[in-house]
T-cell receptor
Framework: LAKTTQPISMDSYEGQEVNITCSHNNIATNDYITWYQQFPSQGPRFIIQGYKTKVTNEVASLFIPADRKSSTLSLPRVSLSDTAVYYCLVAGGTSYGKLTFGQGTILTVHP | GAVVSQHPSRVICKSGTSVKIECRSLDFQATTMFWYRQFPKKSLMLMATSNEGSKATYEQGVEKDKFLINHASLTLSTLTVTSAHPEDSSFYIC??????????????????FGQGTRLTVV
């Protein structure tokens, strides 16, 4: 399973755009990049997934360069309720169905 | 999105007793469910893969006789922590994949997680 590396923590302020970058140098051809959000004492919640280029949904955008060795989760205009841990995962292909969580990024949004 | 329900949300038990945690997919069928454990300020660690109609697959270092998993139907998996000890106190989380979505094995990596169960062994 591909290993991911992301910053341990980030701080931001309400209304700002937040970009969290994740490295996954040994991503496999069949792997997809997926991001989850977790609030304290809750299970993770799916945010977005992508394979290459850019993906956007109502919550976030995901930017993936051509070599796919990294990805950036972009959260537009964060609010206090976006304070959470964000996990970057790669999954699919032979690892399908089994998710390996890295350390995650603790995002703290300040007033 | 699809809903996965865990019960109970928190439980306190005495050392030496057993505790059962249920994981249900409410509006979809799940051939496979996963059980994770999460210690404070740590990431989720996969404990085992629960397969409907067959034996669970445990990750290295997880005692199968201590953490009994039963996947009795396409919507229910249970995790029983047997002879619990204080070091088993943790946050246990299950997840499930929609059987229908799994037909397309590459395209969708979305998993649905339960709300977690906080186990405290005293």
């Amino acid at each position: 399973l591909a290993k991911t590396t992301q910053p341990i923590s980030m701080d931001s302020y309400e209304g700002q755009e937040v970009n969290i970058t994740c490295s996954h140098n040994n991503i496999a051809t069949n792997d997809y990049i997926t991001w989850y959000q977790q609030f304290p004492s809750q299970g993770p919640r799916f945010i977005i997934q992508g394979y290459k280029t850019k993906v956007t949904n109502e919550v976030a955008s995901l930017f993936i360069p051509a070599d796919r060795k990294s990805s950036t989760l972009s959260l537009p205009r964060v609010s206090l309720s976006d304070t959470a841990v964000y996990y970057c995962l790669v999954a699919g292909g032979t690892s399908y169905g089994k998710l390996t969580f890295g350390q995650g990024t603790i995002l703290t949004v300040h007033p | 999105g699809a809903v996965v329900s865990q019960h109970p949300s928190r439980v306190i038990c005495k050392s030496g007793t057993s505790v059962k945690i249920e994981c249900r997919s409410l509006d979809f069928q799940a051939t496979t469910m996963f059980w994770y454990r999460q210690f404070p300020k740590k990431s989720l660690m996969l404990m085992a893969t629960s397969n409907e109609g067959s034996k669970a697959t445990y990750e290295q270092g997880v005692e199968k006789d201590k953490f009994l998993i039963n996947h009795a139907s396409l919507t229910l998996s249970t995790l029983t922590v047997t002879s619990a000890h204080p070091e088993d106190s943790s946050f246990y989380i299950c997840s499930a994949r929609d059987k229908a979505l799994m037909r397309d094995r590459v395209m969708n990596t979305e998993a649905f997680f339960g709300q977690g169960t906080r186990l405290t062994v005293v």
